[in-house]
Structures are given as C-alpha cells and as structure tokens.
C-alpha cells in the first residue's frame, strides 16, 4: 500500500511502530460516482479521492483528469504528495484527485459542466479545512476557476488565473523549480554551469515546456523533447519559444519541421541532463539499463520504476526525485493559498523567491543528510520527509 520501504528507513531514522502502522496505509480513500448529462450523452465515470496523511496540515495535491486513472495510483500520488509537502517544509498534508475522464474528447463548455458535477459531488471534500486541489494532468487554471466560482473561497483551490484570485508565477512554478533544482544537481555533481550542458525533456506539457524556457534562459540547450506523438531532435539546441509557440497552436511535437525520433529514444539520448516530465513509468527495467544521461531530473511524479531506480543506482547514474523537484507547483500553491486568505497581493518575483529558497536550502540539506548517511537522494528525501511528518503526529499527540 505504502511506497515507502520502512525497512530500509529505519536503519537511517527512527520510526515508532504506532507511526508505520498510520503511514502504511492511506487515512482516507473515496470512489464517488460522477453521472452527468452532456445534452443528449451521458457521462457515468468515477472520481478517486486520496488523504493520504493530513498530519501536517489539510490535504493538498492536484486533481488529474485522464482516461487510465485507478485508486491505487491515486493513492501513490497523494502519498508522494504527501512527502514532498513535509520535504520542503509547508503547512499541508498529502491528497490527490482524479477523475477517470479524456478531457481532450470534451468541450470547453462540457468541462466546465465536468468540473462543477466534481465540486457538487466533492462538496463536503473541496474546503480549505479538509482538501485543496490545484492543476495537474488534464487540469489546468480554467479548471481551478471552475472550482472559485462554485466555492467562493479564494484559498480553497490554487492555481487559479491570476484574473480570477491566482499569483503571478504559479503556472511557470513546477517548471521553475525542476529548473532550479537541475542547475542547483548541475553544479554539485557535475562541477559544470547549465551554460552550455545539453538537455532532453520528456513531456513537454504545462511543466516541461517550462522548465525547457527557464534552462534556456540559464544557458542550456535544450537538444530534445518529446510528447505522445513522439520527440525531436536538434544537436544545436531548439528554440524553446518557438517550440511552445507550435504547441499552443495544437500541433504536436512531430509536426515541428526538426529531426523526429521516437519517445524512446529521446530517453536514451546521450546528453547530460534527462528531465523526465511526462507521467508514471517513463523508466522501467525495460530501457534502465540504456540511459546515458548522468543526471536525471524527475518533474513528474513517480516517472521512474523501483526496479529501475535499483538499476540506475547500480549505474551510477544521479536520480533527483520527485518529491525534490517537482515542488515548485506546491510550492507556489502555498504562497497562493496565503495570498487567498490575507488578501495581500503576490509579485511574480516573490512566487520564484520562494521557490528557489526553499528548493535550495532542500537540496543541501538532502546533499549533507545522504552523505552523512551513505544514501542516495531519493531515500536522504524520503527519510527526511517521513521524520517531519512522524515529528507532526508526535506534537498532535497521535502517537
Ligand atoms: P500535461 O498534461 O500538461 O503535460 C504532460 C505532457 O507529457 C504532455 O505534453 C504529453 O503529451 C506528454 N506525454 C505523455 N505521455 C508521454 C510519453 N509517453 N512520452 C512523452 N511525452 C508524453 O501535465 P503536466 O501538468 O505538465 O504534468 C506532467 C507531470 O508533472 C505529471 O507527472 C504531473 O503529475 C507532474 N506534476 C505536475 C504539476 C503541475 O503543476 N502541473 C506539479 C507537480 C508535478
């Protein structure tokens, strides 16, 4: 049930029986039936609701719209979520949402009905007390928006449009810190500057196509990318605006006038940073043992297998997990979620400062706790995640 292996995490920290008892398994799962009428069709689907532990706040993580969608992975998703809320130190605990749906096969007007249908059903669910969803795969602001306008309350969803009560940065803000962490991996364990390292991005969505525009602006080059129609290649580096400017007008990366490779081989390209930021199981045992890049960053949650962690380990390849580098979104979310209850108004500076500080002091924390401890950095980012959330039912007097 849990992804953690407490085995493994108590020989590096202290984990009480009563604690592993509450984090083996999730404190709330909900399937809920979403039946509408869209004219004359109707939609009978389900919604999946994970909490995984509110130890240290409400429930915060994103809702997903997408066809392939179970219980099982929801639950994975707001325990990572879960993890990385106590990680980099925000007063949130770990939910998720997903809704088994192919958004691309509605219409804009049949989505709002989609979303509305999900807060009436989620009513008791959507509350700054209890659950606070933000965009994920297949959501975006306008879906957020949906949700404001039901609620009425400001901080009980984030990433919103900045027209409608969302900060400025916070669509820009998982993208900027898998960039800030990738720069921050670059330097310490390559003893190189971005300028100039050569980049593949994997998924080039709402978080991909960010973080190829804030590397670029670093230096890199950004040498490959890929969506589900497959990658291209340019050994000289794209044009990461132009590539985002061909996105927005619905095309897919194929059609880009570049030199087309396949998804899979852009995972196996010999560069010196892989961004994965595309979906679950972009490495498995299948390809593990064929990655070239040094350094791999996860900007999607749980890219990469357990078996094929063990084997890029054995590799000696540098894995930054998720629930380091993704942050940047929650983070965002949070300063969103503060601005929505003070009513103070957030610069886009401000949004990046608090990305990047947090990400930084994280990941020297991170560096110095797998080193004193002989760790890799997703089990440093684990056992430091888990001892903060022990230390939270400790103070609630839950164990
Ligand atoms: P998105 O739907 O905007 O983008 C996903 C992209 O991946 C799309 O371009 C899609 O074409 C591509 N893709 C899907 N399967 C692929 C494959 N096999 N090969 C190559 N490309 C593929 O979603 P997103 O919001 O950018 O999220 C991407 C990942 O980041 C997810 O794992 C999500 O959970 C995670 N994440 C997102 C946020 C956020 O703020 N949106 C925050 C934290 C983590």
Redesign the pocket.
Known sequence: MSILNFEKLGKVISIPDSARTILEKPEMEITMRLDLFLGDKMLCTDVYVVYYSTARGPAKG?I?FAPDVTLERTSV?AELMTYKTALVGIPFGGGKSCVRIDPKKYKRFELNDIVKEYVHIMSREINPKVYIP?????T?PREMMVIYGETHIPESVT?KPVSVGGISGRKE??GRGVATTAELAVETFMGQYLKNSRIAV???????SQVALFLQESGAKIVAA????G?IFSPEGFNVEELVKH?ESKKSLQEYPAERIS?DE?LTLDVDVLVL????N?ITVKNANDIKAKLIIE?????ITKEADELLEKNNKIVIP?ILA?????IASYVEWHQGKSGSLTEKEETYSTIDKLINDTFYNILDFAKGKGLNYRDASLAVAVQKVITSMEDRGWI
């Open positions: 994103g997903r998703f933000a965009p994920d795969v297949g975006g990433g803000a998982t994997q998924g080039f969505g709402k978080v991909g890929s969506d589900t129609s990658g996105k998804g852009l930021a595309a979906l679950e972009a900007g999607a949650n749980n890219p998720d993704s942050s940047g979104g929650v």
